[in-house]
């Protein structure tokens, strides 16, 4: 029982591993989720950060899959994170219905 549990426990901890990794790492997650005036600038502080980071895709799937709908993900803003979930599930259920 315990060695179940210690497995599921190092698999969810595997998978978000690539945070370890990430740009925005201790910074403060305001940045990344901009409201009212400013906001525009605000993303694009946002979207510079991420430029730099090594995991944009690990965190865009990660927002994809999660149901992430607001802030900046993987490099993107809300905006453009809606649009590439719209394609994903797009795509998934193309996939879905070829293979049933
Ligand atoms: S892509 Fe941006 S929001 Fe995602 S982990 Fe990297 S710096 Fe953070």
Redesign the pocket.
């Known amino acids: 029982m315990t060695r179940i549990a210690d497995r599921d426990r190092n698999a969810l901890d595997r998978r978000d591993d690539?945070?370890d990794s990430?740009?925005?790492?201790g910074l403060d997650s305001r940045v990344?989720y901009a409201e009212g005036r400013g906001s525009t600038a605000q993303v694009q502080q946002?979207k510079r950060?991420?430029s730099g980071?090594?995991?944009?895709k690990?965190?865009?799937d990660y927002a994809i899959t999660n149901g992430e709908y607001y802030?900046?993900?993987?490099?993107m803003s809300q905006k453009e994170l809606r649009e590439k979930r719209r394609r994903f599930t797009s795509k998934s259920k193309t996939s879905m219905r070829a293979a049933a």
């Open positions: 690539w945070r990430a740009s925005c790492a990344f946002a950060i991420c980071c090594p995991v944009t690990e965190c865009a802030g900046v993900w993987g490099g």
